[in-house]
């Protein structure tokens, strides 16, 4: 099992990016994805998750209106779009995968299968 996360990088602060991550060596369409978070010497968050079909997305306060989760079951592909971008979003990111229907469960240990990791600096 594979997930490669890509699109981090420096932006300005009230900019966007766009991160995808695509996935490998699993039954991509009977996932809940979620795309993660952690900034140094914080735990790791939740930021945005997705459940099988794509119809229902979850969100914490701190990133709602300004980030879009989606998905391409045909592609096995998840993607993060960021807007509004705050200096406080500076973190790495994580896209994950889980095994259930719960897409409102963000606990990161119920998530089974994890990318690498890509940076996300935004700068004031």
């Known amino acids: 099992v594979q997930l490669q996360a890509s699109g981090g990088g420096l932006v300005q602060a009230g900019g966007s990016l766009r991160l995808s991550c695509a996935a490998s060596?699993?039954?991509?369409?009977?996932?809940?994805l979620g795309w993660f978070r952690q900034a140094p010497g914080k735990e790791r968050e939740f930021v945005a998750t997705?459940?099988?079909?794509?119809?229902?997305?979850y969100y914490p306060d701190s990133v709602k209106g300004r980030f879009t989760i989606s998905r391409d079951n045909a592609k096995n592909t998840v993607d993060l779009q960021m807007n509004s971008l705050k200096p406080e979003d500076t973190a790495v990111y994580f896209c994950?995968?889980?095994?259930?229907?719960?897409?409102?469960?963000?606990?990161?240990?119920?998530?089974?299968?994890w990318g690498q990791g890509t940076q996300v600096t935004v700068s004031s």
């Open positions: 997705i459940s099988w079909g794509g119809s229902r997305t």
């Open positions: 060596g699993l039954t991509f369409s009977n996932k809940v």
């Open positions: 994950a995968a889980r095994s259930g229907v719960d897409h409102t469960d963000v606990n990161p240990k119920k998530y089974n299968y």
